[in-house]
Protein backbone atom coordinates (compact mmCIF):
# COMPACT_ATOMS: atom_id res chain seq x y z
CA UNK A 1 0.00 0.00 0.00
CA UNK A 2 3.47 2.00 -0.20
CA UNK A 3 3.87 2.30 -3.96
CA UNK A 4 3.96 5.80 -5.32
CA UNK A 5 1.10 6.84 -7.43
CA UNK A 6 1.48 6.38 -11.43
CA UNK A 7 2.76 9.16 -12.96
CA UNK A 8 1.25 8.22 -16.55
CA UNK A 9 -1.63 8.41 -14.40
CA UNK A 10 -4.11 11.66 -14.38
CA UNK A 11 -4.98 12.61 -10.78
CA UNK A 12 -9.16 12.47 -9.97
CA UNK A 13 -9.93 11.58 -13.57
CA UNK A 14 -12.00 8.14 -14.85
CA UNK A 15 -11.01 5.22 -16.50
CA UNK A 16 -12.87 2.91 -16.95
CA UNK A 17 -15.71 3.10 -14.16
CA UNK A 18 -13.39 3.89 -11.92
CA UNK A 19 -11.57 7.56 -10.59
CA UNK A 20 -8.00 6.99 -10.60
CA UNK A 21 -7.69 7.90 -6.68
CA UNK A 22 -11.13 7.30 -5.03
CA UNK A 23 -11.07 3.12 -6.27
CA UNK A 24 -7.36 2.99 -4.60
CA UNK A 25 -8.17 5.33 -1.29
CA UNK A 26 -11.55 3.21 -0.88
CA UNK A 27 -10.11 -0.50 -1.35
CA UNK A 28 -7.21 0.66 1.19
CA UNK A 29 -9.34 2.02 3.71
CA UNK A 30 -11.37 -1.78 3.33
CA UNK A 31 -8.21 -3.70 3.65
CA UNK A 32 -6.62 -1.57 6.69
CA UNK A 33 -9.87 -2.11 8.48
CA UNK A 34 -9.25 -5.80 7.82
CA UNK A 35 -5.52 -5.84 7.87
CA UNK A 36 -6.07 -4.24 11.99
CA UNK A 37 -8.71 -7.40 12.72
CA UNK A 38 -11.53 -5.22 11.62
CA UNK A 39 -14.44 -7.28 10.40
CA UNK A 40 -16.53 -5.49 7.12
CA UNK A 41 -20.42 -4.96 7.66
CA UNK A 42 -22.62 -6.10 4.99
CA UNK A 43 -22.46 -3.19 3.40
CA UNK A 44 -19.10 -2.45 3.20
CA UNK A 45 -18.01 -6.04 2.10
CA UNK A 46 -20.60 -5.57 -0.98
CA UNK A 47 -19.10 -2.05 -1.52
CA UNK A 48 -15.70 -3.82 -1.59
CA UNK A 49 -16.49 -6.52 -3.94
CA UNK A 50 -18.45 -4.11 -6.27
CA UNK A 51 -15.36 -1.57 -6.29
CA UNK A 52 -12.83 -4.63 -6.93
CA UNK A 53 -15.46 -5.78 -9.76
CA UNK A 54 -15.36 -2.51 -11.38
CA UNK A 55 -11.62 -2.27 -11.61
CA UNK A 56 -10.86 -5.59 -12.55
CA UNK A 57 -13.25 -4.23 -16.11
CA UNK A 58 -11.06 -1.26 -15.82
CA UNK A 59 -7.58 -1.79 -15.64
CA UNK A 60 -7.20 -2.18 -19.60
CA UNK A 61 -8.41 1.61 -19.85
CA UNK A 62 -5.11 2.73 -17.52
CA UNK A 63 -1.91 3.71 -19.44
CA UNK A 64 0.24 0.65 -19.47
CA UNK A 65 3.03 2.05 -17.44
CA UNK A 66 -0.22 2.22 -14.46
CA UNK A 67 -1.96 -1.03 -14.68
CA UNK A 68 1.03 -2.60 -12.38
CA UNK A 69 -0.12 -0.40 -10.25
CA UNK A 70 -4.19 -0.97 -9.98
CA UNK A 71 -3.30 -4.73 -10.46
CA UNK A 72 -1.91 -4.63 -6.87
CA UNK A 73 -4.64 -2.35 -5.79
CA UNK A 74 -7.24 -5.20 -6.85
CA UNK A 75 -4.76 -7.91 -5.05
CA UNK A 76 -5.58 -5.99 -1.97
CA UNK A 77 -9.13 -6.11 -2.59
CA UNK A 78 -9.33 -9.86 -3.04
CA UNK A 79 -7.10 -10.44 -0.17
CA UNK A 80 -9.05 -8.37 2.20
CA UNK A 81 -12.25 -10.12 0.78
CA UNK A 82 -11.08 -13.71 1.69
CA UNK A 83 -9.80 -12.47 4.95
CA UNK A 84 -13.47 -10.15 5.66
Known amino acids: MTDPFPE ?3 TGEDYGEVNSVLI ?3 IYGWALNVSKG ?3 SVE ?3 RLQRAAAELERSLQTFPDEARLY ?5 QI ?3 AL ?3
Open 8 to 10: SVQ
Open 24 to 26: GAD
Open 38 to 40: GTL
Open 44 to 46: DRT
Open 70 to 74: YERVL
Open 77 to 79: ARL
Open 82 to 84: AES
